[in-house]
């Protein structure tokens, strides 16, 4: 079942009003994502203020979620002798059966008004759905179910699925309801009926190779009709005893060829109307009584087989239909943050902190490389392009701000502030307000020097190609023509100098267009697309103890979850991995004793090699790590969140520089492979490789070197998107347990703006020169053409004596003239760049198919037999045994893996 967006208000208030005192804690299980942690923090400060009892439970892929159904969930199921409850599933749980996987099988024998009595609120931001989470769970009448859709006379309490609907299961989804709910209605299928589908399918297509040779030519050769005849004679005698009375009712009729696509039936004999059947002249008047009668005939009932073969042909189309929503591929939906914070909304309490825990969450999913490896969204009745749903979060997000957060007043007016600075410390001591401001593309800018923050910036480095010596070289002479030395740019941004720290931002965008920088910093056109502050990033501060953007909070809290929140684990200032002290991630999260997750067929690793005292419960303390991180951080708290972010800063900045050295290494030695549907790189050695088994690490990795690919296509006028072979698999070598992490990303743009190719810029530099000789040609022109009037006028003013009228009127021509030239130029000027404004197909970000790793990767497993575990809620990823790399890749590289 699944709840519209309107009620969960409503489904939220009925929790708390039918919770008691003797009722289960609220169990909500969580996956380990910064959106989803930013989730948990909004719905546990809503159950605090009312009282309710909760557990929060971290699982990190389908095996922990199984092993906390049977651990927490599957005793409180009314037909085992629990009493119900509820359990929450925050990032987790939409794309398998989650009611069997954590509340396990129904007994038959069971009461239906009883049921199991627990109900699973799922919120996921992942797609495709389950669709037995959407649509199933509910029984035939139920009261306030229509459809699968929750009404607003629902009445909770009998337990089941519910998924929180962020609107695009009303909106897109009804193909796919409508077919499940015909597959739902028909019987069951027998092996008779299995094998009557498989005849029918072959006649069908007989029918449609002779209709389609046939079509136009109705007066085709009487060997065809009679080989047609016999393919039907043929067919007829697979039929049943059963129906040899309606196959005689049914030989009994004149035979008939249909066309494609017509239903009126064309006569088996040659020539004559249709309406006469070729009756003799002198029998016309006899059967005419017979051919048409006064009032048209029943239509004769089908046979049974004829209604067999209908079931099973809308059985297939329906069946198809579903297929190809989960065939599509996976996306990324609207951020379980977001929703949650819309609930807050509902009920009245959003602040401050629960806005700033939206905003966070929204940020990290904007990030991700999955979120841009969304479907197309079909366009508009008018033609135009639909705007994303993610753009659309942001600006919400961004009314909210001042709305939450209005500007100080002082003696009477708002004090003025830069437009173009970036915040970096509060307006006061006790200032915890959240505002708005112009984030250029750098990463930690005000926890690094603005040259390291430049350097470890995915979208300046890739475009810069920093991973070579020219690369760099081409950073330092950006600085220079920015006026910036290289003994500036080292220093920390906030001891920059302030004149570059408030100017810093036009600088960029004076030089961001010669150095395909477009979008690093927020322009006016993607400003006045939907707002005066499009594309402007948010910023808090806690004081005088720190300002953070939420890009920032988002990455450092990202960062705990990849690499950990144990201190010394790495050498912050050279990233180098200490194997001395602790082993890779996963031979830390691997716990033999849960149970196998779905569809995995190897855990990689034996029994004898970990046990479950030596090996941690990682998964809980990163997770618990992180949470802290976002801890509110109020006057009357002790600061801890921003505490522990502040103190994980150099971690965000470890993960960082592996990435670049890493990223670096692999296009400079030339290390991607190019495969037939994608491109592939391998990770097996170097100082950061037990630092990239954990997918997240890894993911990020892929995403740097997908961008840094995507633009050196760019550049060399490739159409970045257009081809299949734009996707990515990066896989890392996790020696320990001889498995291969791999991690698949869609094709797809190359971020923000647009990546001109060194023919374009060329091209765009003549224009530039000629428009500018033109410019300075007209201006000459006119200067003549004034001299030319004004000597003239001299000479008739001085043949009449007034010399002086002659001076003031030159200096008011002369003005005159000058204004009208320079409004001319300023309009040509104008009308130059709305030229180029008008050139969308140019500029135009090329936007990414759907990601069909996921499903490649299964095909993959079921028809090569390889030793592959598939365990994250994210389906492209996986891991490979070691020596079935190799045959794995072989048979990926002929799967479409782009939608």
Not at 184 to 204: F, K, N, V, W
Not at 253 to 261: F, I, L, V, W
Request: charged share 25%; glycine share 8%; net charge negative.
């Amino acid at each position: 079942m699944y709840l519209p967006r309107g009620q969960i208000a409503s489904l939220y208030s009925h929790l708390v009003a039918a919770t008691t005192p003797s009722s289960a804690p609220i169990l909500i299980l969580t996956s380990l994502t910064v959106d989803a942690l930013c989730a948990v923090r909004i719905l546990t400060a809503l159950l605090k203020r009312d009282f309710l009892p909760h557990t929060v439970v971290p699982v990190s892929g389908y095996a922990e979620l199984q092993d906390a159904g049977e651990r927490l969930v599957q005793s409180l199921r009314r037909d085992r002798g629990g009493a119900g409850g509820t359990v929450v599933c925050v990032g987790c749980g939409g794309g398998v059966d989650v009611g069997e996987v954590l509340c396990g099988d129904v007994a038959e024998d069971a009461p239906a008004a009883d049921g199991r009595g627990v109900a699973v609120w799922v919120l996921d931001a992942r797609r495709p759905w389950n669709l037995e989470n959407v649509f199933g769970g509910a029984e035939t009448g139920q009261r306030g179910v229509k459809e699968g859709r929750l009404l607003s006379t629902y009445t909770p309490g009998t337990g089941g699925v519910i998924v929180w609907d962020e609107g695009d299961i009303e909106e897109e989804m009804a193909a796919e309801r409508e077919a499940y709910f015909a597959l739902r209605e028909m019987p069951d299928i027998s092996d008779e009926d299995l094998a009557l589908s498989a005849e029918t399918q072959e006649y069908e297509g007989a029918e449609d190779d002779e209709a389609g040779a046939g079509d136009g030519a109705v007066s085709s050769s009487s060997s065809s009709r009679q080989q047609s005849g016999r393919k039907r004679k043929a067919s007829s005698e697979l039929s049943d005893a059963d129906d040899d009375a309606d196959d005689e009712n049914e030989n009994e009729r004149p035979r008939q060829r249909r066309r494609s696509n017509r239903s009126t039936p064309i006569p088996s004999s040659p020539g004559g109307r249709p309406l006469s059947f070729q009756i003799p002249s002198s029998q016309q008047g006899d059967v005419l009584d017979a051919i048409m009668p006064s009032s048209p005939p029943a239509p004769k009932p089908l046979s049974l087989r004829q209604q067999k073969k209908q079931l099973l042909k809308m059985r297939r189309k329906h069946e198809a239909t579903l297929q190809r929503y989960y065939d599509a591929g996976s996306w990324t939906g609207e951020p379980v943050s977001s929703m949650l914070y819309s609930l807050a909304s509902e009920l009245g309490r959003e602040d401050n902190e629960l806005l700033w825990l939206a905003i966070v969450g929204v940020e990290s999913v904007a990030m991700s490389p999955f979120t841009a490896a969304q479907a197309n969204k079909p366009r508009l009745a008018d033609g135009s392009k639909r705007v994303n749903r993610l753009e659309l979060v942001k600006e919400v997000l961004r009314d909210e701000v001042p709305r939450l957060n209005p500007p100080p007043i002082e003696n009477g007016r708002t004090p003025h502030t830069d437009p173009d600075g970036i915040p970096t410390h509060a307006r006061s001591p006790t200032d915890s307000s959240i505002r708005l401001s112009p984030e250029p593309r750098f990463l930690l800018i005000r926890h690094w020097s603005l040259y390291d923050s430049m350097m470890h910036s995915p979208y300046l480095a890739t475009r810069l190609h920093v991973w070579g010596e020219q690369g760099r070289k081409r950073l330092h002479k950006l600085l220079a023509k920015m006026g910036i030395s290289l003994a500036e740019a080292g220093k920390g941004y906030l001891h920059l100098d302030m004149e570059i720290k408030q100017t810093l931002n036009k600088r960029l965008v004076k030089y961001a267009e010669q150095y395909n920088l477009n979008g690093l910093v927020p322009s006016a056109e993607e400003s006045n697309r939907l707002s005066s502050k499009g594309g402007w990033g948010f910023v808090r501060s806690w004081g005088w103890r720190g300002t953070l953007s939420a890009v920032d909070e988002a990455t450092i809290v990202s960062a705990i979850l990849e690499v950990g929140a144990e201190t010394n684990s790495f050498d912050t200032t050279l990233g180098r991995w200490d194997n001395s002290k602790q082993h890779s991630y996963n031979f830390r999260m691997h716990r033999p004793s849960l149970p196998s997750p779905p569809h995995s067929s190897d855990s990689g690793l034996d029994e004898q090699t970990a046990t479950t005292n030596e090996a941690p419960d990682w998964t809980t303390r990163r997770f618990f790590a992180a949470f802290d991180a976002l801890a509110p951080s109020t006057s009357k708290s002790t600061h801890a969140g921003l505490s522990t972010l502040l103190h994980h800063i150099p971690t965000a900045q470890t993960l960082a520089r592996a990435i670049l050295r890493t990223g670096s290494a692999l296009i400079s030695k030339k290390q991607i492979r190019h495969l037939h549907a994608f491109r592939m790189a391998v990770v097996k050695e170097g100082p950061d490789v037990p630092l990239f088994t954990h997918p997240g690490a890894l993911v990020k990795l892929a995403a740097w070197i997908a961008e840094a690919v995507s633009v050196l296509e760019a550049e060399k006028g490739h159409k970045v998107g257009k081809k299949g072979d734009d996707a990515l698999v990066v896989s890392a070598l996790d020696e320990g347990r001889s498995v291969y992490v791999v991690v698949g990303l869609g094709a797809g743009g190359v971020g923000a703006g647009r990546v001109r190719s060194k023919a374009e810029l060329k091209e765009r530099e003549e224009r530039k020169k000629q428009r500018a000789e033109a410019k300075a040609a007209k201006a000459a022109a006119k200067a003549r053409k004034r001299d030319e009037r004004r000597q003239f006028r001299r000479e008739l003013l001085a043949a009449n004596g007034d010399l002086e009228s002659d001076d003031s009127a030159a200096e008011e021509s002369d003005a005159t003239e000058s204004s009208a030239s320079s409004s001319s130029a300023s309009s040509s000027d104008s009308d130059s760049s709305s030229t180029e404004d008008e050139t969308p197909a140019l500029r135009r970000k090329k936007s990414r198919g759907k990601n069909r790793f996921g499903p490649a990767f299964q095909e993959v497993v079921e028809e090569t037999g390889a030793r592959v575990r598939i365990d994250s809620f994210e389906h492209c990823v996986v891991e490979v045994r070691k020596e079935d790399l190799s045959g794995f890749m072989e048979a990926l590289s002929g799967k479409a893996v782009v939608g």
